[in-house]
Every structure is written in C-alpha cells, then in structure tokens.
C-alpha cells in the first residue's frame, strides 16, 4: 500500500466527504477517488459506503483506519527519533494538559526541564481531556496530563496526583453565614458560575444534585475558561466547583474560601499518558520523568 493513499483516506474517513477531502488536500476528487481505489483493490473489500450526502466507512474501512494510523504512527516516530540521534536533550515537546494541572503542576516541572535543556521548545495545549485525549490518540501530542479516566488500550499512564473539587465562594458571601457544615439542599437559591454541560465537573454536580432530589444549579455565569473561574467568584456573590487547590497553599486565590459540603466533593486523579510503544524524544521522555518525580516528592 502507498502511504500517500493511507494519509489521503485518513482524511477523507474524518471529514467523511470526498469534496471536503479534495479541499484540505489540495488535489482533485477523481485523484483521490483513484487512491481509494488502489487501496480497496489491496484490501479486496469496500472501504466507504454512501451516508446522506456523505460517505461513511465499512467495517473493512474502520480496520484499515487503525491500521493506516498505527503505520503513520511508526514512520513519523522514526522520522523523529532519527532526527533526534546525537542531539540529546533539545527538540520540541508537544504537551496537553488540563487547565488545574497547567497552573499547579506545570510552571515548577517546566523550570526544570528549561534548566536542563534550554534548547528545549515546548508547545502546550491547554485543555480538558475530550479536547485532548483525540489529540494525542492521533498523534498531535506526545503527553497529555489529565484526569484518570478508565484504561484504555494503546495508551500508558503514570499517576501523578489526588485533586479534590469542592464547592468554593467568596470569603464575604452570606452562605458562610449560616451554619459550620452544610447539606446540599442548603445551597438551593443561591447563583452558580460554573462550567458548560459536558464538563466531568459539571455532570458530576449537576447529577449529584440530581440524585439528591434536588433541581439542578442555577447557573448565571457560564463559561469555558476554568481558570477565570476563582477570580470571578472572588468578586461576586456567586458559589462555583473549583479545585482546592486554588483554596490553599501559596498558590492560592485569595478572597475565597470553601463551602463545606460534604455531598459534593468529587475525588479525581490526575496522570500523565502517552501512547503505548510511541517513540518519545529524550526532552519528551525527561518531561515525562519530572512529572512523575514531581508527583513523589509532593
């Protein structure tokens, strides 16, 4: 098979459409149904099959898929680790990371690497983990730290540590008032600025509340900047469902304080993954390592 086939119907299998391929891949529909072709004659099997005004793959399409990654996978790693010969620790990192672990674990592990290696570029794109786990899954990422989320074949992941999200508001709002610990109907009335539907963080709290019998939040800010959130409900009357790590240590946001809650408290584990067999430059691998060492001595 011809790998320039393989990266053509990698694309036309995720944009599942034959003149969105043609546009992305500056060449022709017949040239790329030519290269389908090719590859369904090696195969001896339809690839696509119509869906709508679009294509879709066949069961034979979505085993050559894996396939054809996987080999993308191999040849791009040993691009990569020829390149990296004799080098030592210098290149780029391609990093993903969460935004409480870009802000709590990251600035002192990248200190590190930066004193090691200063010829060391590192991209970070920061993001939550159905962002960034399609990312490193093709291959656009070579680490991705995030939360813990149930294994997952091809990926190896290494833990890093516990993150408690509490209820959090500021230090001069009237739920601090009431009583010393408080239930989760006591919350009911009060405005929430909180993250979209989607978010692990916000599903959590919004069933949680659910499985109380309770109505969900009253969210009155939404957003989808995390980090935005301490500093706005430092200034408003606003509860919201932050990490406690911005509640202590010297990182923290000063004019919050935490609502104790005990029905609403979600328990997390961040990690750092990457791919199972993937080839790792020296700077992406002692990258790796300062996480990892960081998360022991903690």
């Not at 546009?23 to 369904?40: G, K």
Request: proline share 6%.
């Amino acid at each position: 098979m011809d790998l320039r086939d393989l990266r053509y119907f990698e694309t036309i299998a995720e944009l599942q459409h034959l003149g969105r391929a043609a546009e992305r891949l500056h060449r022709s529909q017949p040239a790329l149904t030519s290269s389908i072709r090719r590859l369904e004659a090696d195969c001896g099997a339809a690839l696509f099959e119509k869906s709508g005004r679009g294509i879709r793959l066949t069961e034979a399409g979505r085993v050559l898929l894996k396939w054809a990654r996987r080999m993308r996978f191999d040849v791009e790693d040993a691009r990569r680790e020829l390149g990296t010969l004799g080098a030592g620790l210098s290149g780029h990192v391609r990093l993903g990371i969460v935004p409480t672990a870009a802000q709590f674990l990251l600035p002192e592990v990248a200190r590190q690497l930066l004193e090691e290696a200063p010829g060391v570029t590192l991209h970070t794109a920061v993001g939550l983990i159905d962002t960034l786990g399609p990312k490193l899954r093709a291959g656009e990422l070579d680490l991705m730290v995030a939360t813990q989320l149930s294994p997952e074949p091809g990926f190896r992941s290494h833990p890093l540590a516990e993150d408690l999200i509490v209820v959090a508001a500021s230090e001069h709002h009237e739920i601090h008032q009431t009583r010393p610990t408080l239930r989760l109907a006591d919350l009911g009335g009060h405005a929430w600025a909180l993250q979209p539907p989607g978010a692990p963080t916000r599903d959590w709290l919004d069933h949680t509340f659910e499985r109380h019998g309770l109505p969900r939040p009253h969210v009155q800010v939404e957003t989808t900047m995390l980090l935005m959130l301490p500093a706005l409900i430092a200034h408003t009357r606003l509860l919201s469902f932050i990490s406690r790590h911005h509640l202590q240590g010297p990182n923290r946001v000063h004019g919050l304080k935490e609502v104790p809650v005990l029905e609403a408290q979600m328990r997390r584990r961040l990690v750092v993954t990457c791919r199972e067999g993937a080839f790792l430059s020296p700077a992406a691998q002692r990258l790796l390592d300062l996480f990892v060492s960081a998360a022991h001595t903690a």
